[in-house]
Nanobody, 123 residues
Framework: QVQLVESGGGLVQAGGSLRLSCASSGRTLSRMGWFRQAPGKEREFVAA????????YYADSVKGRFTISKDNAKNAIYLQMNSLKPEDTAIYYCAASLSNTLLVRVVTTFEYWGQGTQVTVSS
């Protein structure tokens, strides 16, 4: 079993920054990523990375503003969010998978999910 624990959400003004963390425990993972869900909207891909030969992937809406990274020793990933916009407001979820796939941005290819952390960006 894999457990994911997120932290780092909060309230920030537009243009500000936040850093989300996700610590994992349990089995060795192949992929980890971040998704977000705003009220009344579907959960959407934000960023992901493969664990062994780190390749990173980003949604077009966050490219150049967000950076996903990992810490092998801590089995953790991070999401550095800069130049935040009100439209970034959502619950952010950490996700993990035991396998790799070309469908790296697809919600259903991740087996494990964290509890979510709220990010609110005020205008």
């Amino acid at each position: 079993q894999v457990q994911l624990v997120e932290s780092g959400g909060g309230l920030v003004q537009a243009g500000g920054s936040l850093r989300l963390s996700c610590a994992s425990s349990g089995r060795t993972l192949s992929r980890m990523g971040w998704f977000r869900q705003a009220p009344g909207k579907e959960r959407e891909f934000v960023a992901a990375l493969t664990w062994s030969a780190p390749t990173t992937y980003y949604a077009d809406s966050v490219k150049g503003r967000f950076t996903i990274s990992k810490d092998n020793a801590k089995n953790a990933i991070y999401l550095q969010m800069n130049s935040l916009k009100p439209e970034d407001t959502a619950i952010y979820y950490c996700a993990a998978s035991l396998s790799n796939t070309l469908l790296v941005r697809v919600v259903t290819t991740f087996e494990y999910w964290g509890q979510g952390t709220q990010v609110t960006v005020s205008s």
